[in-house]
C-alpha cells in the first residue's frame, strides 16, 4: 500500500483545502498550509482558529510518527509552548501518540487525537491566559518517565526501560522475563496486567521500533 493510500492522504485533503502537497528532499511526504479548526472540551469554551503548519510525514507512518511545525510564527517561541528546539511541536511523549493514533491511523486521525488538542490548548493559553488544558510534560526524560508511568502503571525508569526492551522482544520470550510491576511473576503470568497492557502496544509498532526507541531515549545513570 503506498503512502498516500495508507495516510487516506485524498480524503484529508479534500476536508482541509488550504493545505496542499510540498516538495520533499527525504522519503515520505510533506503536507503545508492553514489547518482551520474547531475545538472544545469540557469547562473551557469553543474555540475555532487556524496556525499554518507544516506536517513531515514519514514512508514508516504509524511506526514514525509525522513531526508538525509551526510556520506561520503565531505561536510564542517560549518554553511553556512546548516547541523543540528544532522548532516541531512537542505534541506528547511516542507512546502515547502511538495509543492516541490507534483510534484512527490515518492523516485525519493524527489531526484529531494529536495536533488538534495542542493547538486547542496553544489557542485557549494565547487568547485567555489558560494553562494548557490536556495537561503538559516536563520536559526531557523526567516528562517521558512520567507519562509512562501513568500508562503502564509502574514506577521508576528502570521498570520504563524494562518495558521498552520487553517491547522489542518477541512475545514468548517477553512473556518468561521478571515483571516491571513487582508482582514477583513473570510478564505472562502478571497479577497486575501489566502484560495486555504491554500487548496493546505491540499492535501500535514493530519490534525493531522500539528497540530504537529504548535505545534512543533512555541514557544509562
Not at 14 to 38: A, C, Q, W
Not at 99 to 107: A, H, R, V, W
Not at 116 to 135: A, C, R, T, W
Not at 173 to 197: E, F, I
Request: proline share 3%; aromatic share 10%.
Amino acid at each position: 500500500m503506498s503512502l498516500i493510500s495508507k495516510i487516506k492522504l485524498e480524503d484529508f485533503l479534500d476536508k482541509h483545502r488550504s493545505m496542499s502537497i510540498k516538495p520533499s528532499k527525504n522519503d515520505g511526504l510533506i503536507v503545508e498550509g492553514k489547518l482551520y479548526f474547531t475545538a472544545k472540551t469540557d469547562g473551557y469554551r469553543e474555540v475555532k482558529d487556524f496556525y499554518k503548519i507544516r506536517i513531515k510525514i514519514a514512508n514508516n507512518f504509524l511506526s514514525a510518527i509525522p513531526e508538525v511545525e509551526e510556520i506561520g510564527n503565531k505561536i510564542p517561541r517560549e518554553e511553556e509552548y512546548h516547541i523543540n528546539p528544532d522548532n516541531t511541536l512537542c505534541l506528547g511523549s511516542s507512546l502515547r501518540l502511538l495509543q492516541l493514533l490507534s483510534k484512527d491511523p490515518t492523516l485525519e486521525g493524527f489531526i484529531k487525537y494529536c495536533l488538534v488538542p495542542y493547538l486547542y490548548g496553544v489557542s485557549l493559553k494565547i487568547q485567555d491566559g489558560e494553562k494548557l488544558v490536556f495537561g503538559e510534560l516536563a520536559h526531557g526524560e523526567k516528562g517521558i518517565i512520567d507519562e509512562y508511568e501513568k500508562i503502564f502503571a509502574i514506577k521508576g525508569k528502570d521498570s520504563i526501560k524494562q518495558v521498552i526492551k520487553m517491547l522489542s522482544m518477541k512475545k514468548r520470550v517477553a512473556n518468561k522475563q521478571p515483571c516491571s510491576c513487582g508482582c514477583k511473576n513473570r510478564l505472562g503470568k502478571c497479577s497486575q496486567k501489566l502484560n495486555v497492557k504491554i500487548n496493546q502496544f505491540r499492535h501500535f509498532a514493530a519490534r525493531y521500533w522500539y528497540k530504537n526507541y529504548g535505545e534512543e531515549t533512555f541514557t544509562e545513570a
